[in-house]
């Protein structure tokens, strides 16, 4: 079929159902829904002329879908609630109130917003973790178990959606306002530890809960909890990797980021790691860091180590996948303590939500110097890649239990094996942001996929799924289960691989195959080459990188004319088949429910 998809943004759900959709061999454009109203509808109805759709898909939408474009044809939305739930802070209210289970609703688009007959449903569990990573995960897996029944439902042409009201079952109705910041307000002197993590889990992306600190207004975003440290209830106690730790009546939270709320006619603000925010103006804190080894650890570290036998596990989980320039050295010395283990396979990754998205652009946009920021970041991030690529003692296996964007994707292609989880989506490209790239892709991602291929995944600049990522090389395995279980699934089949009879051997060509390929052309040329290109753009200040920049960590529309992703070569009339790629105009690592800020 022809499925037009409708969307706010081009999100980590909008991209998974997209790339889903082709994988299954439908015809797959979209439309983003991001202009003013009047354009923006009629931008709509230029799409629906264009590329005539069988079915309009939308897996996120803010706006309403205008009344001749649903009234002439199928249009479904997806909700991030159960059936009879209604309101634009569905998910948000359920992690405020503690709700153990919830759902998504695929229903029809009608008069009423989130009020139309049901097409399909479906239900998950709702673990300790925060809006965004729960968006991204059990959100979104149950939102495809929707959206593929839907799907057939409607091809077969002979289903009868079930109706919200009237039907033979009536729906218990539940319509909630918008989730507002007095009610996700943070009491500090009566609050519990578990409830100030409800509010801040509830908001932790996206808008953050609004408090004071230090004299001022800030956003706090995300929330871990902190078992040992105490203070005064509100008082900040500690700094560790960036975050802030806030004392709660019964115990303390470690915030990671903030955002200073927006003045009155003032610039746009934007999340930043909780100690940078606060530069200049945060007391002197002990620095309270985690010990590397998990073994007998309590509370929340960004980076991890333990080990299973013969296998090591450095798992690692920044915030919106952004690495920036401290968090790649971090994770560097990390890797280097690692590899001093006596290990046979080094597990890198196995988190339940982003593996990496590369360098950290929010930081770089806070620089005094933003050119130089980059080149720090970048270089960081290529020291890191390096000493993966260079790693012949022992096999190493990126687990990339969430999503994966342009740098990110490329550390992961430096290991010698590539394991996603099936609900993983990767963006194997940087030309939407106005870079050339580095992490040594010109080395890596032709190796396993052939220069044709490479060409095309980063000049396409489509989303690709797990599933596919395995059909094109990129990846080596899916691992199909829910978020919650990846980590013990990954060091499982870490496992099975150490104790196989073919592990040594496997090393030991890994470091004969290493020096074949160093004495063709060394490391060194690569890095240099593609480095060459980045300096050009990040000391160019009219290269698009700074403009593109700015607009994605502020949010602002594009600075280029962003059309909606349907090319001329996607209609009917150019003769579309299911297999033929539409190009991607948008910035295709935007996430609505959590907004990445790195690629």
């Known amino acids: 079929m022809h499925i037009l998809l409708v969307a706010s943004a081009f999100n980590s759900l909008t991209q998974r159902v997209h790339a889903e959709l082709r994988d299954r061999g439908h015809a797959v454009a979209v439309e983003l829904a991001a202009l003013e109203a009047s354009a923006r509808d009629e931008s709509l109805r230029r799409a629906v002329r264009d590329f005539a759709p069988d079915l309009i898909l939308a897996p996120l939408l803010k706006t309403a879908i205008p009344r001749d474009v649903w009234a002439a044809h199928t249009c479904l939305v997806v909700h991030p609630g159960p059936p009879g739930d209604r309101g634009p802070s569905s998910l948000d209210w359920a992690i405020h109130e503690g709700a153990n289970t919830w759902g998504v609703t695929v229903l029809q688009a009608d008069e009423e917003m989130d009020a139309g007959d049901i097409w399909a449903s479906a239900t998950f569990p709702v673990p300790p973790v925060g809006k965004s990573d729960l968006y991204r995960n059990e959100v979104s897996d149950a939102a495809l178990q929707a959206v593929h029944l839907a799907v057939e439902r409607f091809a077969s042409g002979a289903y009868v959606p079930r109706p919200q009201t009237g039907g033979d079952e009536e729906l218990r109705i539940r319509t909630r306002p918008y989730l507002r910041q007095e009610l996700r307000r943070i009491d500090w002197e009566s609050d519990s530890t578990e409830a100030v993590l409800r509010k801040l889990r509830a908001a932790d992306s996206n808008p953050g809960v609004r408090d004071e600190l230090l004299g001022d207004e800030w956003f706090l975003h995300g929330g871990h909890p902190e078992h040992e440290l105490r203070g005064a209830p509100g008082e900040l106690v500690a700094v560790r990797a960036g975050a802030v730790c806030r004392a709660t009546t019964d115990g303390a939270v470690w915030i990671p980021e903030l955002r200073p709320r927006r003045r009155p006619g003032g610039p746009a603000t934007f999340k930043l790691p909780a100690v940078t925010a606060l530069a200049g103006r945060l007391p002197v804190l002990p620095e309270h860091p985690a010990p590397l080894h998990e073994e007998g650890r309590r509370g929340w570290s960004d980076i991890g180590y333990r080990e299973v036998g013969q296998v090591g596990i ?15 050295r971090r994770l560097h010395e990390a890797y280097r303590l690692a590899c001093r283990r006596p290990t046979s396979v080094l597990v890198l990754g196995g988190g339940r939500d982003f593996f990496s998205n ?35 003692d022992r096999l190493v296996v990126s687990a990339v239990g969430g999503n994966a964007a342009a740098g990110g994707v490329m550390l992961a292609l430096a290991a010698d094996e590539v394991w996603c989880r099936s609900g993983a989506v990767l963006n194997p490209h940087y030309r939407l942001m106005g870079l050339y790239g580095s992490e040594y892709w010109t080395y890596t991602l032709p190796r396993r996929v052939g220069a044709a291929a490479a060409e095309r995944l980063t000049g396409k600049a489509l ?7 395995v059909r094109l090389g990129l990846a080596d395995r899916t691992v199909d289960c829910d978020a919650q279980s990846f980590a013990g699934e990954a060091a499982r089949l870490a496992a099975r691989l150490a104790a196989s009879p073919a592990a040594q051997s496997r090393i030991a060509a890994k470091k004969t195959e290493r020096d074949r390929d160093e004495a063709a052309r060394p490391l060194a040329d690569y890095r240099e080459e593609e480095l060459a290109v980045m300096w050009r753009t990040f000391f160019d200040p009219r290269a698009p990188y700074h403009a593109l920049r700015r607009a994605f960590v502020l949010k602002d529309p594009p600075p280029v004319q962003q059309s909606h992703l349907v090319p001329a070569s996607t209609s009917r009339s150019a003769g579309n088949r299911p297999d033929r790629e539409p190009d991607v105009t948008g910035l295709a690592a935007h996430d609505g429910a959590a907004t990445p800020s790195a690629w």
Not at 316 to 325: C, K, L, W
């Open 314 to 328: 450095l798992s690692f989980s920044f915030p919106g996948g952004a690495m920036s320039t401290a968090q790649c």
């Open 358 to 392: 590369g360098i950290h652009l929010n930081v770089i946009e806070a620089a005094a110097d933003p050119g130089e920021e980059s080149w720090a970041n970048i270089n960081a991030m290529d020291d890191l890649v390096e000493a993966v690529l260079t790693t012949t």
């Open 463 to 469: 989303p690709v799924s797990a599933e596919a990522a």
